[in-house]
């Protein structure tokens, strides 16, 4: 084979990994998207502790009970469990536990625009921890992501409203705690585990200080009273948002650098508000389309390279 078919071939397979990579940035989306209504309609019958015990519970036995399934080793070595979980501490149990009780303090929008700050906050603290360089070409996506997401939750998501600061220092908690997460996973570097394995381990680990606040703190949950539409947005968030899309963005973390994997995520909130127009019958309004085609762009921006010469040394 000639050096010219080598240099084709490596490039076909370069081509195919970033096609999966985007896959993998556009299914979260829809998947964490398509949770923050799901997530409204639940807390209206389950409060949070309740609700995050549930799900971490059901993601743990899933996940598990999968990887048995398909005869992926369950053990973890010694020197990964740490990671395991200190990482799930802020990426599941923070993030998660945070924008539940945010919810209940503020307006869904507003919630959402401040957790997902979280790109600002991981880009920082990837180049403090991790060294990595941020560019000017992340900076441009970065700030066209935010603009798209000033677009479409307009000024309004920027006040405090009638709950004050209590839900805005929530979700900021939430963004910081999710944002180091992300970076602690991308410093542990590879992972000897299977990602399935490793999230299942950290929904059971999160689960139990979720289970000992239930019990203490909230009432017996009482399923017969619970409104269809409860049943529906719990369904889809325990399959899509807590089991699949969990696992997809660890494993997305681990494949593209901490601009590319956190700045994807501005993708979710669009999301979140087109769904919520079909679910909740929100108004359909021009900003929802422009902000849309920003947030598309600040992912195609980090996520697409600019190409090179096909000869030289790259």
Same mark, same amino acid.
């Given at each position: 084979?000639?050096?010219?078919?080598?240099?084709?071939?490596?490039?076909?397979?370069?081509?195919?990994?970033?096609?999966?990579?985007? *896959?993998? $940035?556009?299914?979260?989306?829809?998947?964490?998207?398509?949770?923050?209504?799901?997530?409204?309609?639940?807390?209206?019958?389950?409060?949070?502790?309740?609700?995050?015990? #549930?799900?971490?519970?059901?993601?743990?036995?899933?996940?598990?009970?999968?990887?048995?399934?398909?005869?992926?080793?369950?053990?973890?070595?010694? !020197?990964?469990?740490?990671?395991?979980? $200190?990482?799930?501490?802020?990426?599941?149990?923070?993030?998660?536990?945070?924008?539940?009780?945010?919810?209940?303090?503020?307006?869904?929008?507003?919630?959402?625009?401040?957790?997902?700050?979280?790109?600002?906050?991981?880009?920082?603290?990837?180049?403090?921890?991790?060294?990595?360089?941020?560019?000017?070409?992340?900076?441009?996506?970065?700030?066209?992501?935010?603009?798209?997401?000033?677009?479409?939750?307009?000024?309004?998501?920027?006040?405090?409203?009638?709950?004050?600061?209590?839900?805005?220092? #929530?979700?900021?908690? *939430?963004?910081?705690?999710?944002?180091?997460?992300?970076?602690?996973? !991308?410093?542990?570097?590879?992972?000897?585990?299977?990602? $399935?394995?490793?999230?299942?381990?950290?929904?059971?680990?999160?689960?139990?200080?979720?289970? #000992?606040?239930?019990?203490?703190?909230?009432?017996?949950? !009482?399923?017969?009273?619970?409104?269809?539409?409860?049943?529906?947005?719990?369904?889809?968030?325990?399959?899509?948002?807590?089991?699949?899309?969990?696992?997809?963005?660890?494993?997305?973390?681990?494949?593209?650098?901490?601009?590319?994997?956190? #700045?994807?995520?501005?993708?979710?909130?669009?999301?979140?508000?087109?769904?919520?127009?079909?679910?909740?019958?929100?108004?359909?309004?021009?900003? $929802?389309?422009?902000?849309?085609?920003?947030?598309?762009?600040?992912?195609?921006?980090?996520?697409? !390279?600019?190409?090179?010469?096909?000869?030289?040394?790259?």
């Amino acid at each position: 084979m000639n050096f010219s078919g080598v240099q084709r071939q490596f490039a076909q397979r370069r081509d195919s990994g970033q096609l999966s990579a985007i *896959a993998l $940035v556009m299914t979260i989306g829809l998947f964490w998207g398509g949770n923050w209504p799901a997530v409204r309609f639940i807390l209206a019958d389950i409060p949070p502790f309740t609700l995050r015990s #549930i799900g971490f519970t059901t993601g743990a036995v899933l996940l598990l009970s999968w990887a048995y399934w398909r005869r992926i080793p369950l053990r973890v070595s010694s !020197k990964e469990w740490p990671w395991l979980a $200190v990482t799930g501490l802020f990426t599941i149990l923070g993030f998660n536990l945070a924008t539940a009780f945010g919810q209940l303090h503020m307006p869904t929008s507003q919630a959402a625009i401040i957790a997902f700050s979280m790109p600002c906050w991981a880009l920082l603290l990837g180049w403090w921890l991790l060294g990595q360089r941020i560019t000017r070409r992340q900076w441009l996506g970065l700030a066209c992501g935010q603009t798209g997401l000033l677009v479409l939750l307009g000024p309004s998501a920027l006040q405090g409203g009638s709950q004050g600061l209590v839900g805005p220092l #929530i979700m900021l908690g *939430a963004a910081l705690s999710w944002a180091l997460g992300t970076v602690l996973i !991308k410093r542990r570097g590879v992972w000897k585990s299977h990602a $399935v394995v490793i999230t299942g381990w950290q929904f059971l680990l999160c689960a139990i200080p979720m289970i #000992i606040m239930m019990v203490a703190l909230e009432p017996m949950p !009482k399923p017969a009273t619970w409104q269809t539409s409860t049943w529906l947005a719990l369904g889809y968030h325990l399959l899509f948002s807590i089991t699949l899309a969990q696992m997809l963005w660890f494993m997305n973390v681990n494949r593209l650098t901490i601009a590319q994997a956190t #700045i994807s995520t501005l993708i979710i909130p669009t999301v979140g508000v087109s769904s919520a127009i079909v679910l909740l019958g929100e108004p359909l309004s021009p900003k $929802v389309f422009i902000a849309l085609l920003l947030t598309l762009a600040a992912v195609a921006i980090v996520m697409f !390279k600019r190409a090179g010469p096909t000869t030289g040394t790259p």
